[in-house]
């Protein structure tokens, strides 16, 4: 345990600031005590004291932290809402590290069918990435997977990533049966910003079925013909 020595004013400001950073500066490492801490509640029974431990490292990307994402994220037994905290948080930490883990969940069939919600999960956590090929490709792959809501967020992470090569699946799934599929395809379309996909949007907006699906693709229209591809 870290121990401090101060004197008057000054040396009680500090100890205070540093306790501050210590737990709101997100990217500062957890004290040893905290970590050891967060250790112990994660073999806790009650699965919601794990959940809570792993809810601790929140806007958190050291290396230590990671270690214990990656650690739960991959752990067959963990109870799936704790496994499926942990899967965000190394997407939002952003740490390269964590891409194997999350492309690794991604590709579990056996994981995913024990909780299909898994996989989409690990989808959204992956838009996080957006140099990294093997992501790309496993998105890509992703938009015609069985699952609804793991199309959904492949489709949603492609758009965030904004890489044109998923331009070409992306417009395949405008023709999708699923309305869902369809306007979340719409929508990511129009994040890319490639202009090879406008006549395909004119096609949607003047003949899809819905009447969301077209307000939608009208207003990517717009955005296109206005420059604003968002990313």
């Known amino acids: 345990m870290v121990t ?11 100890l205070t600031l540093f306790l501050v950073a210590m ?30 431990a792993v809810e601790k490292l929140s806007n958190r990307n050291d290396e230590d932290t990671i270690d214990l994402l990656i650690y739960v994220a991959q752990m067959r037994t963990e109870y799936w809402p704790v496994k499926i905290k942990a899967i965000t948080l190394l997407g939002t930490s952003g740490n390269p590290r964590a891409i194997e883990p999350l492309l690794a969940t991604f590709n579990d069939s056996f994981m995913n069918w024990e909780c299909p919600s898994i996989k989409s999960y690990a989808a959204a956590a992956l838009g996080n990435y957006k140099q990294d090929s093997r992501v790309l490709e496993a998105l890509i792959a992703g938009v015609d997977d069985r699952e609804l809501l793991t199309r959904e967020a492949s489709i949603q992470s492609l758009g965030k990533i904004g890489n044109s090569k998923a331009v070409p699946s992306l417009l395949h799934l405008l023709s999708d049966k699923s309305i869902t599929i369809r306007l979340t395809a719409v929508k990511s379309l ?10 395909y949007l004119k096609h949607v907006a003047e003949n899809d079925s819905d009447a969301v699906v077209r307000s939608e693709a009208v207003s990517a229209l717009g955005n296109f013909h206005q420059g604003k591809g968002t990313n």
Not at 4 to 14: C, P, V
Not at 27 to 47: A, T
Not at 190 to 199: C, L, T, V, Y
Request: hydrophobic share 40%; charged share 25%.
């Open 23 to 52: 737990i709101v500066v997100p990217g500062v490492s957890l004290g040893v005590d905290d970590l050891q801490r967060i250790r112990q509640e994660l073999n806790n029974d009650d699965w919601n004291v794990r959940l809570a």
């Open 4 to 14: 401090f020595k101060y004197h008057g004013f000054l040396g009680r400001t500090f």
């Open 190 to 199: 129009e994040q890319i910003g490639d202009p090879q996909a406008i006549p």
